[in-house]
């Protein structure tokens, strides 16, 4: 009867039961290796951009003097997933400060970073100034109004980055959430940001 019985003629027949499961194992961690860099492929192609965080903003009331003069100084976080991807490695950005809707300051000049790493997140800072002076008269009372009374601000941010995505139109904006800033007590001249840091999100 054993006579009858073919011998089996494919490859893995032939292994040591030890070769065999190095076999397997090599076998199995080429299939994750494969579906790994299918996953990472269609998240780094995936349109919609990542968010945009601003881990640090203080606001600055320069002089105690009308007009009043003021500065905003923040720090926005580039995470390891926008460079090469969505923003080029290295240029130039744009910061707006909005307060109740409104744009109150922008910054003078585009703000040059250095080339960021893909493999690390990046911080560029920004710092913008403005005058009290060349505001809405409503808009400087609430201004005043949240330094003398309340003793809290809130300001929102949009973002202007250059883009790399060559289908796309050059230019990456985002808009950023509410950042509630606090002056220090006993202070009317330097707020920092208190709670939650603002995420800036892609809208277009």
Not at 26 to 41: D, E, N, R
Not at 61 to 80: A, F, S
Not at 131 to 151: F, P, R, T, W, Y
């Amino acid at each position: 009867m054993e006579a009858l019985i073919p011998k089996p003629t494919f490859p893995w027949g032939k292994l040591k039961p030890s070769e065999d499961v190095q076999h397997v194992l090599f076998v199995a961690l080429g299939s994750i290796v494969f579906f790994f860099g299918i996953i990472m492929l269609a998240h780094y192609t995936h349109d919609e951009a990542p968010d945009i965080v601003i881990p640090s903003m203080d606001f600055t009331v320069i002089n105690m003097t009308e007009p009043l003069n003021v500065k905003w100084d923040l720090l926005i976080r580039i995470y390891p997933k926008h460079p090469g991807n969505y923003v080029h490695l290295e240029g130039d950005f744009k910061v707006f400060i909005v307060y109740e809707e409104v744009t109150i300051a922008t910054s003078s000049i585009e703000i040059s970073y250095t080339r960021i790493s893909p493999l690390r997140s990046k911080l560029l800072t920004a710092s913008l100034t403005a005058s009290l002076g060349d505001m809405d008269g409503a808009i400087v009372e609430n201004i005043l109004d949240d330094i003398k009374e309340k003793g809290e601000m809130r300001f929102g941010s949009r973002l202007l980055l250059p883009e790399c995505r060559s289908e796309m139109s050059g230019k990456m904006n985002y808009a950023c959430d509410e950042a509630t800033l606090r002056f220090e007590p006993g202070s009317q001249r330097s707020a920092t940001l208190f709670g939650n840091q603002p995420n800036c999100h892609y809208f277009s």
